[in-house]
């Protein structure tokens, strides 16, 4: 019925649930059966909806309709820019998004807009400088900091990645994946001091989250342990006593923590839920 499709389009947008079959098919049926803010809301839906699938000329029927209704909006200025972005005017969209940034400096969803074109059109330099500028503005914007460490994992430049997992762990501490992430590049750094860090993060992802359902912390945490405790060329380092230990050597803690890793993953190759781990471990 009417009231069902119009349901189910306002469950669609509120869940930000991605149906856009759903969305171009069955929200022409009902478009005019909608209160005024409702049409509205649901025309952007079959918009979006739209260039998901590639239904340009469907997209812009409806652009129309919003740039007629709204001509000053900087919300259906953004979408005039995805409009052009999907019909692969590139340039044209930058000068949009730039348009509406001379009177809306602080608007982060046209900077993010932006960086997604400068990603298409392979100007990472470009997309860097501008998620730089946006975490200038908004430092607590978890997205940028993980979409800067993407950028920096692609070029290479690990140190770079790993300062943005870091700031993304200070937002969100008890994140293991994060942790893992962050451990993962201290570990691709291949240095003796990066290890050890390495070898920490593994550590605490192992503590928010367990190892029957972290393996990834759990064989890093082996990988990072057995490499530190073979790298004899650090042995001064190794052997030092740590702060506040009472005596215990960095040594010693490196040696517990890979016979629990692999008393840990025997325990789990063993258990009957993850014969799995024993095909991995045989593999």
């Not at 972005?85 to 009177?103: D, Q, S």
């Not at 993962?184 to 050890?196: A, C, H, N, P, T």
């Not at 405790?229 to 005596?247: I, M």
């Amino acid at each position: 019925s009417t009231i069902h499709l119009i349901e189910l389009l306002h469950d669609l947008r509120k869940t930000k649930l991605s149906r856009p079959d759903i969305v171009v098919n069955y929200g022409p049926k009902v478009i005019n059966k909608l209160s005024e803010n409702e049409l509205w809301n649901l025309i952007e839906q079959i918009l979006l909806s739209s260039l998901d699938l590639g239904l340009i000329d469907t997209a812009k029927l409806y652009l129309d309709k919003l740039v007629s209704k709204f001509p000053q909006s900087v919300r259906v200025g953004r979408l005039s820019g995805m409009y052009n972005e999907a019909k692969g005017e590139y340039e044209r969209a930058l000068f949009i998004y730039n348009e509406y940034l001379k009177e809306n400096p602080a608007s982060i969803l046209l900077m993010k807009r932006k960086v997604a074109v400068h990603k298409t059109l392979g100007k990472l330099d470009d997309a860097v400088e501008e998620l730089n500028i946006i975490l200038k503005h908004f430092p607590f914007d978890l997205p940028s900091w993980i979409e800067l460490a993407s950028i920096y994992l692609t070029v290479g430049e690990l140190q770079s990645a790993a300062h943005c997992y870091e700031e993304a762990i200070l937002l969100e501490p008890q994140n293991h994946y994060y942790h893992n992430k962050l451990a993962e590049i201290y570990y691709s750094i291949d240095e003796f001091d990066y290890f050890v860090l390495a070898r920490k993060h593994y550590t605490i992802s192992l503590n928010i989250t367990s190892a029957k359902v972290n393996l990834r912390a759990l064989y890093g945490l082996i990988a990072t342990s057995t490499i530190i405790e073979h790298d004899q060329s650090k042995e001064s380092l190794f052997k030092k006593e740590l702060k506040g230990s009472s005596g215990v050597s960095d040594g010693s803690v490196n040696k517990e923590l890979l016979q629990w890793a692999k008393e840990t993953l025997v325990e789990l190759s063993e258990s009957s839920s993850s014969n799995h781990i024993l095909k991995l471990i045989s593999a």
